[in-house]
């Protein structure tokens, strides 16, 4: 399988382009060839395009064009002050776009997630079902859009997405207050990505979010080496102070996102475009049990799982790999055969 790709890696180029007024930085990778289709990889939070590393020289080995963005208010990208750009129903329209300019305007593009990428995906597909050949999730299992406007506080305390509480301290103003510097931002991934201390201390918990107190005392991340974390702080830092808000600011769109998701309550009723889910054992904060039931809104559903913590894609990428690959082999009738 091929090799995880590296930072500034020469396989791929990184460009900049405008869409909707709004600057999107992006990782392109192409075959040799012909591409045979175009897939689209949205990261999630506090990821970056650079979470797709084990995947993107794996889908361009396969004949695939694959173009990751770095999403609003991440490295390079626009970090817009109204807040409802940031919306799923906003950044799917922008997907649509960037789209556009690989497959024009009657094209399609595979459109695969991970965390809030994953349920970006899962809205994209909805807003424009045109535009999506198939859908893949990793991690995020599908929620049909709510008629009922219910706060996530409100959720919690009657006992429902507990492992959802973390999310009221990263829509606060903690986090972006107290992160500020490159050193700071590189300790807090650090204990995001799995970086543990003495005594089992970790730098986060879904039940309280991040752990300000013991992020210094932390060891180093299983999962990034010290040059992929150095890649990852210094590219924060490419956003104007605080760096933290744009990533936080998906954060802090639930109820816009209700409010525009309205419309799409009324007609829906399955969601007919060939989809993977792929769910992650130990993900703490979207454990497997929240995509019980989700098969029923799906005409052509298929599931796939690994033994991974939340970070599936780094921590078993090849596994996450070869099922992506198997599912696009048969979505795509066959075209990826010879290269899996």
Avoid at 146 to 170: C, M, S
Avoid at 259 to 285: M, N, R, W
Wanted: aromatic content about 10%; charged content about 20%; hydrophobic content about 40%.
């Amino acid at each position: 399988m091929a090799s995880k790709l590296v930072p500034n890696d020469p396989r791929v180029r990184e460009e900049t382009t405008s869409i909707r007024g709004k600057q999107y930085n992006y990782i392109l990778g192409e075959p040799a060839s012909t591409p045979i289709e175009t897939v689209f990889l949205i990261h999630g939070f506090p990821d970056m395009n650079f979470g797709w590393r084990n995947q993107i020289p794996y889908l361009v080995s396969l004949g695939l064009r694959v173009v990751a963005p770095n999403m609003l208010g991440y490295a390079g990208t626009s970090r817009p002050d109204d807040l409802a750009q940031f919306s799923h129903k906003s950044i799917s329209a922008d997907i649509r776009e960037l789209a556009i300019k690989f497959v024009g305007e009657d094209g399609q593009i595979v459109l695969g997630g991970h965390d809030w990428g994953g349920a970006l995906v899962w809205r994209t597909v909805l807003w424009y079902p045109e535009l999506i050949k198939a859908v893949f999730s990793v991690c995020t299992p599908f929620a049909p859009p709510n008629p009922v406007w219910v706060p996530l506080e409100d959720h919690i305390a009657a006992g429902r997405l507990t492992n959802f509480k973390y999310q009221l301290q990263l829509a606060g103003p903690d986090v972006e207050r107290e992160l500020q510097s490159e050193e700071k931002v590189r300790q807090f991934l650090n204990g995001m990505f799995g970086g543990w201390g003495e005594d089992g201390k970790t730098g986060f918990s879904t039940s309280e979010g991040v752990l300000f107190d013991n992020l210094p005392g932390l060891g180093p991340s299983p999962l990034v080496s010290k040059e992929e974390l150095d890649h990852y702080a210094a590219r924060y830092m490419l956003q104007s102070a605080p760096p933290m808000r744009g990533p936080l600011n998906w954060y802090r769109t639930r109820k816009i996102n209700y409010e525009e998701e309205l419309a799409l309550t009324k007609d829906f009723k399955q969601i007919s475009t060939p989809a993977l889910f792929i769910s992650a054992t130990k993900d703490a904060a979207l454990p497997p049990a929240m995509s019980a039931g989700m098969d029923r809104w799906f005409k052509d559903l298929t599931r796939g799982e690994v033994e991974a913590s939340h970070w599936a894609l780094t921590q078993t990428g090849d596994e996450v790999n070869k099922l992506i690959g198997a599912w696009l082999n048969k979505v795509l009738d066959g075209a990826v055969r010879a290269s899996l």
